[in-house]
């Protein structure tokens, strides 16, 4: 069964870095849309960044110029590199991918980043 398969979370001091992978398993990554989205406790889930096929990139406005996402289609993977964190970048990250057609979709189980002050 085609699924994704997150890793990198962890623990951080503020002002650390931690770099997110996602991997696709049993399927390929080539014609999908990889977004990496966010959701704290009580909070509604937010959108971090997305890179398309093309490899256009898009981010949100909280963390624009922290971090950076990339995909490497031979790998099946896509990252995403976080600089400077902050405690209010403490969320479970989910890895959410959709076939630049619409469909199919899948998400990630979440990795839990923790950013301590």
């Known amino acids: 069964q085609a699924e994704l398969v997150e890793s990198g979370g962890g623990l951080v001091q503020s002002g650390g870095s931690l770099r997110l992978s996602c991997s696709a398993a049993?399927?390929?990554?080539?014609?999908?849309?990889v977004n990496w989205y966010r959701q704290a406790p009580g909070k509604e889930r937010e959108l971090v960044a997305l890179?398309?096929?093309?490899?256009?990139?898009q981010y949100g406005d909280s963390v624009k110029g922290r971090v950076t996402i990339s995909r490497d289609n031979a790998k099946n993977s896509v990252y995403l590199e976080m600089d400077n964190l902050k405690p209010e970048d403490t969320a479970v990250y989910y890895c959410?991918?959709?076939?630049?057609?619409?469909?199919?979709?899948?998400w990630g189980q979440g990795t839990q980043v923790t950013v301590s002050s």
């Open positions: 959410y991918a959709i076939d630049r057609m619409g469909s199919p979709s899948f």
């Open positions: 049993r399927f390929s990554f080539t014609t999908y849309i």
């Open positions: 890179v398309t096929t093309s490899n256009y990139k």
